[in-house]
Each structure stands twice: as structure tokens, then as C-alpha cells.
């Protein structure tokens, strides 16, 4: 069974830099072909990939935010970090975590963790 | 790369709800389906264009060609009442991931 959950602060002011963690179980970030990705929805609207960090250590980025985030991807600690510098008020969303293997949608979430920027 | 969706499909129980996903020769690339019912995470609903995860009821069905891939729902049901969105993998530029705006179905 493949369980993910996302954990980090509920509150971040602006400018700061907002840390969420993936903690995942039941899959294997060194197996071929698994991606675990960071995909964001701010409230009321359409969901917005991030980043994904696949098996074989490549990592991509959303380009309209590529310059504001880092993903890594611990699989000794079966995590996968997501780092975004200089938050504003429009960063405000649920963050969600999300495994694919090859590509095949993501077919494993976790429970997604509201993040509100504000001062 | 843009993918389009209806903001909105309405469909009376028991009919056949279509969803459509436009994009630009969108039926050369695998298209995901997800459903997400208020306060919960998206679920996959149809990848790979037409085919079903596990425990998605058949009456799910997705197709794709052309500029438009399709989620069809039939007998639809007051639980279908959703957003649903649909996904690509490697857009032709730079995302790797890119998702529709989503269309909410109201089931009256």
C-alpha cells in the first residue's frame, strides 16, 4: 500500500522561504521508472504542478517558478523536499504531493497541506 | 501548450456527462483524467487516454484524437459531482507536467 503526507508550516510570512516535506510509504524513489512530484492548488482554483523529482536523480521544474524552487529526493529517508524562496501572497494553496510510475498519471496522493502566506 | 477545458458540464442523473480537454494535437500524447470531490486530494479516474485504475467504475471512459481527448461519464451519479481535470506529460516546451483548468460537473 503506497501512502504519501505532506508536512511543513501552516504559515509563512512573505519573503520567507516555505520547506514542505513528502514523507512516502510503500513505494521506492530508487525504482525504476517512480516520479513523486509537488503539485499546488491555491483555494477555489485549478491545480498547478510544481516540481518532480524522479528515480534516476533528474529533477524538473514548473519554468514560470523554476528560479524560486528546489526539489530533492531522499530515497535512504523515503522523502522528497520542496523548497520555494521569496513567497508572496499568491503562493497561498493546498500542497500536494503525488507519485507516477512512468508517467502514468499520478495515481497516489497525499492528503495535501494548506499553506498561507501572509504577514 | 494549453490545455482547455468547459469551467462547467451539467448532466441529470442517469445521462452520459462529456468532458472535453482541448489541446493542440493533444491525441498525439497520453492524456490522465483526475476527479476531485471539495476538500479532497484529485484522484485518478482514466490514464493513459482510456484506461482504468483499479476500483473506477466502468462507466469512466476517456478517448482521444485529434485536438480533443474526452472523459465520458455514463449513468452518471450524485457522487460524480466533481471538478475533474485532465493531464499531459512533456508539453512539447518546458513543463513536464501540465494540467487543465479543471471543469466542474454538476450533477442536477
Known amino acids: 500500500q503506497i501512502t504519501l503526507k505532506e508536512s511543513g508550516p501552516t504559515l509563512v510570512k512573505p519573503t520567507q522561504t516555505l520547506t514542505l516535506t513528502c514523507t512516502f510509504s510503500?513505494?521506492?524513489?530508487?525504482?525504476?521508472?517512480?516520479?513523486v512530484a509537488w503539485i499546488r492548488q491555491p483555494p477555489g482554483k485549478a491545480l498547478e504542478w510544481l516540481a518532480i523529482?524522479?528515480?534516476?536523480?533528474?529533477?524538473r521544474y514548473n519554468p514560470s517558478l523554476k528560479n524560486r524552487l528546489t526539489i530533492t529526493g531522499d530515497a535512504s529517508k523515503n522523502q522528497v523536499v520542496l523548497t520555494m524562496t521569496n513567497v508572496d501572497r499568491g503562493d497561498t494553496a493546498t500542497y500536494f504531493c503525488?507519485?507516477?510510475?512512468?508517467?502514468?498519471?499520478?495515481?497516489?496522493w497525499g492528503q495535501g497541506t494548506l499553506v498561507t502566506v501572509s504577514s | 501548450y494549453v490545455l482547455t477545458q468547459p469551467p462547467s458540464v451539467s448532466v441529470a442523473p442517469g445521462q452520459t456527462a462529456r468532458i472535453t480537454c482541448g489541446g493542440d494535437?493533444?491525441?498525439?500524447?497520453?492524456v490522465h483524467w483526475y476527479k476531485q470531490r471539495p476538500g479532497q486530494a484529485p484522484m485518478l479516474v482514466v490514464y493513459?487516454?482510456?484506461d482504468r485504475p483499479s476500483g473506477i467504475p466502468d462507466r469512466f471512459s476517456g478517448s482521444n484524437s485529434g485536438n480533443t481527448a474526452t472523459l465520458t461519464i455514463n449513468r452518471a451519479e450524485a457522487g460524480d459531482e466533481a471538478d475533474y481535470y485532465c493531464?499531459?506529460?512533456?508539453?512539447?516546451?518546458?513543463?513536464?507536467?501540465?494540467f487543465g483548468g479543471g471543469t466542474k460537473v454538476t450533477v442536477l
Open positions: 503525488a507519485h507516477s510510475q512512468w508517467q502514468r498519471g499520478f495515481d497516489y
Open positions: 510503500g513505494l521506492s524513489l530508487s525504482a525504476s521508472g517512480v516520479g
Open positions: 523529482s524522479y528515480w534516476n536523480d533528474d529533477n
Open positions: 494535437n493533444i491525441g498525439s500524447k497520453s
Open positions: 493513459d487516454d482510456s
Open positions: 493531464q499531459i506529460w512533456g508539453s512539447g516546451g518546458d513543463h513536464d507536467v501540465l
